[in-house]
């Protein structure tokens, strides 16, 4: 199996610290308002990352922490006039709703910043210590670059042009403009824990190499983010928690790539900027997720309408193959089926989804002519079960078909407009009594009606079906 390093550019075997056991930490949520989409492809990614890897056989320990103590969160709750824990705890809920709503499976372990901090406390008093940190006149204490000679290698960065493009704070409190704050002296009115420094607060970069050593151990196996945190946020935890440990941190670093909308960037100055709960008003979740797994995880991803639209309509094609085998889930899968071989060896070169993907849809295109051609039916549930089955590797098609294609697929809003089962099945009947009539013409409007309604109908040797689509 391969996986792109971020921190070499390129694909390596992935060869874990402990012979079938993985250690994973991925940067999770700072919870001061409700998640993005950046978020839910943070959440999918690594979920589909997990779930992979425990289907190959290994013992997985996946980390994902909360930010619950930052600027942001701070003023927020002086904004809305409530303290950072009544703020954060509402939010941690809604996070763990909307992934329970995306189909991912909850981390192993979710270690929140304010239960850490005495294990920053710690980390930090071990860099000053070395000479790696310093305290500065300001209460902040703060990390010194100079002092870290592979500064700069995961992001490919060069500390001197970043210096040159820096402004030196006029505080003049750091040695250097590249110094970033470890721990950060308390302001009036704000949470505040006592250290030997004064009271005060962490940094950002020290809670993730805090809570990611404690969890997993000073040198673990994968950690995983965001693009935009390769810098300087990772950055910083390699050069942290390195320069403490005198060990190396990750060996392999991976990054998902951005969410753009209409092909702009996301942003909340620009006025295209959506929580997940705002998409998730009018798109089944289930669309959500295969729309994000559609496309690799490195690659840009385009969110727009348009695109929702083709998720949702290619998972119905799944979930068409499907609909006369609900009941084929637990079925045994051989896993040197060609179907299963091919699924493998695409997730095996960097988790390509899209190309396991074309390997379901391959497989579905096949059902559904053997259905058309009424093939022996032993061998199409057998087909049924191994879709449902890499379906479940990648945390897909497991919702009953004949439910999905009739209500789930077009969202919640559209699930619950006027259209009503009792009267979709009253213009079926009436439509083949047309049909038993020969009497084509009524048969097509009825037909044209429901199509009109945006259901579709569709003839088989068992009578006719219909979706929503």
């Not at 940190?133 to 100079?146: L, R, T």
């Not at 988790?351 to 259905?371: G, K, Y």
């Not at 004949?402 to 809003?413: E, F």
Request: hydrophobic letters at 35%; charged letters at 25%.
């Amino acid at each position: 199996m391969k996986i792109y390093n971020t921190l070499s550019r390129q694909k390596e075997i992935f060869q874990p610290l402990v012979a079938g056991e993985v250690r994973m930490y991925v940067c999770g949520m700072t919870v001061y308002d409700h998640c993005h989409l950046g978020h839910a492809r943070v959440m999918v990614v690594f979920d589909m990352v997990a779930r992979y890897l425990r289907h190959l056989g290994y013992r997985v320990t996946y980390v994902r922490n909360i930010t619950d103590i930052d600027d942001k969160i701070i003023h927020r709750a002086q904004q809305q006039g409530i303290s950072t824990d009544a703020l954060t705890a509402r939010y941690i809920q809604d996070m763990h709703e909307d992934e329970a709503a995306l189909g991912v499976i909850a981390p192993d372990m979710e270690p929140k910043a304010t239960q850490a901090i005495d294990d920053m406390l710690a980390m930090i008093g071990r860099l000053v210590d070395q000479g790696y940190a310093y305290p500065a006149e300001n209460g902040d204490v703060y990390f010194s670059v100079s002092r870290f000679p592979d500064y700069g290698r995961l992001s490919g960065k060069n500390p001197d042009d970043l210096r040159a493009g820096e402004r030196v704070e006029v505080d003049g409190f750091k040695h250097d403009p590249l110094d970033f704050v470890l721990w950060k002296h308390a302001k009036p009115g704000e949470p505040s824990w006592d250290s030997r420094w004064g009271a005060g607060r962490p940094g950002w970069h020290i809670e993730c190499s805090a809570m990611s050593t404690c969890c997993l151990g000073e040198h673990f196996d994968i950690h995983g983010g965001g693009m935009d945190l390769q810098f300087p946020h990772h950055e910083n935890e390699i050069a942290q928690s390195e320069a403490a440990s005198g060990k190396t941190y990750v060996n392999y670093w991976m990054h998902n790539g951005f969410i753009r909308l209409n092909e702009e960037k996301m942003s909340k100055s620009l006025g295209n900027f959506f929580t997940l709960r705002e998409v998730l008003r009018t798109c089944h979740p289930e669309v959500v997720r295969f729309f994000i797994l559609n496309s690799h995880y490195r690659s840009p991803l385009n969110y727009s309408q348009e695109n929702i639209d083709e998720a949702a309509a290619a998972l119905a094609r799944l979930y068409t193959a499907l609909k006369d085998h609900a009941s084929d889930s637990q079925s045994v899968v051989d896993s040197d089926d060609p179907y299963v071989r091919k699924f493998d060896q695409a997730m095996q070169d960097d988790f390509n989804t899209p190309e396991a993907m074309a390997v379901m849809f391959d497989l579905a295109r096949n059902i559904n002519r053997r259905r058309h051609e009424r093939l022996p039916e032993d061998e199409t549930r057998r087909l049924g079960a191994i879709l449902r089955s890499l379906g479940h590797t990648l945390g897909l098609l497991q919702s009953d078909p004949q439910s999905m294609l009739q209500t789930g697929l077009a969202g919640p809003q559209e699930s619950g407009h006027t259209l009503d089962a009792a009267w979709i099945e009253s213009r079926i009947a009436a439509r083949l009594e047309a049909r038993n009539q020969r009497n084509w013409l009524v048969s097509d409007q009825i037909r044209d009606e429901l199509r009109e309604q945006g259901v579709v109908l569709e003839d088989g040797g068992e009578g006719t079906s219909w979706r929503l689509g």
